[in-house]
Each structure stands twice: as structure tokens, then as C-alpha cells.
């Protein structure tokens, strides 16, 4: 599998083979292409959110990860363009994490700023996930 992978983000279309895996044989490669989700700026962000996008139910684990880091910026990426798209059963397996999100302390100033955004998107999230 690591030989099919590119030497760094900028794969430029590479990787066709990615839309006949099946989610087994995706597991690495999601694996290696979740860090590169932590800037919407990198080369071929869109291709990489259509890989991620057919194998959403293996990607729990790996969402889970980044909404318990301290990358406020990486958090509200992955909550805007990969999580808000999540069919309802595979978001309900985010409550958890969803609620952590939206209970951060906002009288620590580090937080403040950065995670404003963040509350908000998960908020809306988690509605989306009561209303069920």
C-alpha cells in the first residue's frame, strides 16, 4: 500500500486506485492522508475530502482524534467540510466528542477566540443529532 502512496499532499490526481478500495484496504491510506486534512490550503484538499467522504464509516476513529487535540483550526476544518456532511448515523457516533467540543471553558483566554467557531458548528451538529 505505502508505494501507492504519494511522497507528500500534492499527489495532483495520483490516486484513482483510492475510489476502488475497499474500506479494509482504506484503512492505511486514510490513516496517512488525515494529517494532510489539517490545512484546507494544501494542494488537492477536494480530492482528498472525496476519498474521505466514501469511507466516512471508518473514519470515526480518526475525526474522534483531532476533536480531542489542542489544533483549534484543524477541528473547525474537519467539523466544516468532512463532519457536516456525515450522514445522521455516523454523526450520532460523534456525540461524545461533540459535546466535549461545545463545553470548552471559554473563560480560558487561549480558547476564547479560536474556539468560538468551533462551539458554534458543533452545537449545530449536535441539534442535528437530537432532533432524531
Not at 456525515?86 to 471559554?106: H, R, S
Request: glycine content about 0%; proline content about 5%.
Amino acid at each position: 500500500m505505502n508505494s501507492f502512496m504519494p511522497a507528500d499532499e500534492s499527489f495532483n490526481g495520483d490516486m484513482e486506485f483510492a475510489d476502488l478500495m475497499s474500506d479494509p484496504d482504506a484503512q492505511l491510506l486514510i490513516a496517512q492522508i488525515m494529517d494532510w486534512t489539517q490545512d484546507p490550503n494544501w494542494p488537492d484538499t477536494t480530492r482528498i475530502l472525496e476519498i474521505l467522504h466514501q469511507h466516512e464509516q471508518i473514519l470515526i476513529p480518526y475525526i474522534r482524534d483531532v476533536l480531542k487535540n489542542q489544533d483549534p483550526e484543524w477541528k473547525e476544518w474537519i467539523l466544516t467540510y468532512l463532519v457536516a456532511y456525515f450522514p445522521d448515523e455516523y454523526l450520532a457516533k460523534l456525540q461524545e466528542e461533540l459535546e466535549l467540543v461545545m463545553n470548552i471553558d471559554m473563560n480560558i483566554d487561549m480558547y476564547d477566540k479560536d474556539y468560538k467557531n468551533i462551539q458554534k458548528i458543533s452545537k449545530e451538529l449536535y441539534a442535528k443529532i437530537k432532533k432524531q
